[in-house]
């Protein structure tokens, strides 16, 4: 089992003709992603050449939009490689078809176009899950990926792994790599995004081959502090947690445009204890988090 992603997803990509797109469609499809088309309204009609995981090429079509990609092929995810200034409209058109499952890797989207896509999400009644911006993705390890997590770190496993950080997702998953994961699930650091700690907390808990979860935030914000709330009162499964930025100065914004501090809200240490609160082990380091992980998955 795993969540919002499996063997069976289909996947088209929205600007696959460009530098990024080509890399991470070559990518995804080395880790056994099932990539079906892409998407440039400019080259439609086009064909793209890459090859599987098995070495055997494959030439994907190129469409002009998401609902004539999802007409022609079935899709029921996508991905968008696009530049800041033309994602919003890349999530508009992807929740016009009403795509299950869109992610959105682009980093520097401004906060007022991705709130404008959220809320026209809402409007369209959810029927698109929008995992991002400015996130790495989500993966099924041995089964899909779809994002730019590197796929060779770990296998399958029981543990379900949801980060705010990009690259602390890839340390988590190497520090646990000889255990494994069910689903990783980057889910960015803006301050308005897609899918939160809590969506994938409550999909964790509700998936029966995650038996241990671990959870990544960050400063800034209070998301950290809801999911402790939410994990109290909704969540049965034993989870640890880790929080980046201890040393971060007061008032300064740190890597991602959501890690900003003002006075004691949305620091490390009141996340940590809001966490423990909620019977959350939280480590200080990535390495000491594993270490508490390992003791609750030798113990299960």
């Known amino acids: 089992m795993s969540i919002f992603l499996n063997k069976d997803s289909k996947v088209i990509v929205q600007g696959i003709t460009g530098g ?79 795509i299950p499952l869109l992610v959105v890797i ?16 809402q409007a369209k009644g959810n029927t698109t899950r929008i995992i991002g911006p400015n996130c790495p993705g989500i993966i099924t390890p041995g089964e899909s990926l779809v994002g730019i997590t590197p796929a060779n770190i770990t296998g399958k496993g029981p543990i379900g792994l949801v980060s705010k950080s990009g690259t602390l997702t890839y340390q988590m998953m190497y520090e646990l790599r000889e255990i494994g994961f069910s689903t990783a699930i980057g889910i960015g650091g803006d301050p308005i ?34 999911a402790a709330d939410f994990i109290k009162a909704n969540v049965t499964k034993p989870v640890v947690g880790y929080v980046a930025g201890f040393t971060a100065p007061e008032g300064k914004t740190m890597g991602h445009a959501g890690a900003i501090v003002s006075g004691s809200a949305g620091t490390a240490q009141a996340k940590k204890e809001a966490l423990e609160a909620a019977g959350v082990k939280v480590g200080k380091t990535p390495s000491e988090t594993a270490d508490l992980m390992r003791e609750i998955i030798a113990g299960l």
């Open 20 to 98: 990024e797109g080509t890399k991470h469609t070559a990518l995804m499809l080395k880790a056994g992603t099932q990539v079906v088309g892409g998407v440039n309204a400019r080259k439609a009609g086009t064909t793209v050449l890459h090859t599987d995981a098995d070495g055997n090429p494959v030439e994907l079509p190129v469409f002009a939009s998401v609902a004539e990609a999802i007409a022609a092929t079935g899709a029921d995810v996508s991905i968008a490689f696009v530049p800041p200034a033309f994602t919003k409209s890349a999530m508009v058109e992807a929740i016009d078809a009403e």
């Open 106 to 121: 682009t980093e520097g989207v401004p906060v007022g176009d991705t709130a404008e896509a959220w809320a026209y999400a």
């Open 193 to 226: 995004i897609g899918t939160t700690h809590i969506d994938a907390l409550a999909a964790f808990e509700a998936d029966p081959e995650t038996k241990a979860i671990v959870m990544i935030g960050e400063i800034g914000g209070d998301a950290e502090e809801r």
